[in-house]
């Protein structure tokens, strides 16, 4: 009964904030005011060529909503939110802990009353023309790929959001030059009570043996995005490196370093069609904190626009070297999607891929309607 009644406040209070009084409407111009975003995502999916133990059909939820609070003219109070289930996407296994989703998960299904509500950002931030300095809880800048606008197929980021960096506490600070943004960030994994959820997760310990986990600002990260690389219009690419600290009283652990490379190149055909190449590679040494444990990810895809159509296909390659009595790990996903807006801003997306998840392999059929509200 309590939990019911938290999830309906919860609900009534994102109602809320995205309903707010139009004085504190974006259009108005006068600070203060509230600015931000809700990604709302209804996810589904049939799984066929798996184990009678794991369920064919799957669906849930994704509520992603971000505010920004803006009571001066370069600063800010912003916000980042996520309601989603946590047996379906959630689900570590110490065997494999870089999954932020397991495909064939014996969780599938749908469960609606399963659901976690965290807080993903909570920071302050300053912003002018040309700096941007921000110090709280946030996700520190790495890859693209898992980016939501991206919007390559339905299943490609529950792949690539392993090595995106999240719920973070430090700062940072992002440098805007003429035609690019360079980030640094300092920090370390989120263990106070904003680590928990009002349902669902519990708080992070402090020794868990994770990369970042050590309560002190030993982790860092620093990347490029740039927009006309060698000087070629509408060709952009990002670089970034990190390096997390881990806790030198638990053994078998060490720091953990990577790296990424991604580039994409929109070529116009005509006024109405476009046709978009992305590819974004990544390297990291000794993932999760775990030494030995040396991961790769290389995400390929080409994206072809028209209108309000859009027709995608992609191959993600997923590689972790052996760690400890643990056989090597050669994952693939290979998408063909196809979406359409429709007038009212509603996404739908239409994906086959041919999944290999080890030690399983099958085909997934999903379906996805997206809506971004923005004010």
């Known amino acids: 009964m309590k939990k019911n009644l938290k999830k309906s406040l919860l609900i009534i209070s994102i109602i809320y904030l995205v309903t707010i009084n139009k004085s504190f409407a974006k259009s108005d111009g006068e600070i203060p005011n509230i600015t931000g975003q809700v990604l709302l995502e209804l996810k589904s999916d049939r799984l066929s060529g798996q184990s009678k133990e794991i369920k064919s059909n799957n669906a849930y939820i994704n509520i992603e909503p971000d505010f920004s609070f803006n009571f001066k003219k370069n600063w800010s109070i912003k916000t980042g939110w996520r309601l989603y289930p946590t047996s379906t996407v959630e689900t570590r296994n110490e065997n494999y802990p870089e999954?932020?989703?397991?495909?064939?998960?014996?969780?599938?299904?749908?469960?609606?009353?399963?659901?976690?509500?965290?807080?993903?950002?909570?920071?302050?931030?300053?912003?002018?023309?040309?700096?941007?300095?921000?110090?709280g809880k946030f996700n520190p800048s790495f890859g693209k790929a898992y980016n939501k606008d991206k919007r390559i197929g339905v299943f490609s980021t529950d792949i690539t959001e392993d090595y995106e960096l999240r719920e973070k506490i430090g700062f940072g600070a992002f440098v805007y030059l003429e035609d690019s943004k360079i980030s640094l960030n300092t920090f370390f994994n989120d263990t106070t009570g904003l680590s928990g959820s009002i349902n669902g997760r519990n708080v992070a310990k402090r020794n868990d043996g994770l990369s970042a986990n050590t309560g002190s600002f030993a982790s860092?990260?620093?990347?490029?995005?740039?927009?006309?690389?060698?000087?070629?219009?509408?060709?952009?690419?990002?670089?970034?490196?990190?390096?997390?600290?881990?806790?030198?009283?638990?053994?078998?652990?060490?720091?953990?370093?990577g790296y990424v490379a991604g580039?994409?190149?929109?070529?116009?055909?005509?006024?109405?069609?476009?046709?978009?190449?992305?590819?974004?590679?990544?390297?990291?040494?000794?993932?999760?904190?775990?030494?030995?444990?040396?991961?790769?990810?290389?995400?390929?895809?080409?994206?072809?626009?028209?209108?309000?159509?859009?027709?995608?296909?992609?191959?993600?390659?997923?590689?972790?070297?052996?760690y400890q009595s643990y056989s090597k790990i050669n994952d693939r996903q290979l998408q063909y999607s196809v979406g359409y807006k429709l007038k009212n801003g509603i996404f739908l997306d239409f994906?086959?891929?041919?999944?290999?998840?080890?030690?399983?392999?099958?085909?997934?059929?999903?379906?996805?309607?997206?809506?971004?509200?923005?004010f």
Do not use: C
Not at 279 to 290: L, S, T
């Open 99 to 135: 999954r932020t989703r397991q495909f064939f998960n014996k969780n599938r299904g749908f469960h609606p009353g399963d659901t976690t509500f965290i807080v993903e950002e909570l920071k302050l931030d300053f912003k002018s023309d040309d700096l941007e300095f921000f110090l």
């Open 220 to 257: 860092y990260t620093i990347t490029i995005d740039g927009n006309r690389l060698l000087g070629i219009s509408n060709l952009s690419y990002n670089l970034g490196y990190r390096n997390l600290g881990v806790d030198k009283n638990i053994d078998e652990i060490s720091r953990e370093t």
């Open 263 to 322: 580039s994409q190149y929109v070529y116009k055909i005509g006024r109405l069609t476009t046709i978009n190449p992305f590819a974004e590679f990544v390297k990291i040494k000794n993932f999760m904190g775990a030494e030995g444990r040396d991961a790769s990810y290389s995400t390929l895809a080409l994206i072809g626009k028209y209108l309000s159509w859009k027709i995608s296909i992609s191959n993600i390659y997923r590689k972790i070297s052996d």
């Open 351 to 374: 994906s086959r891929a041919s999944v290999k998840e080890n030690p399983n392999s099958g085909i997934l059929y999903g379906f996805m309607a997206s809506y971004l509200y923005q």
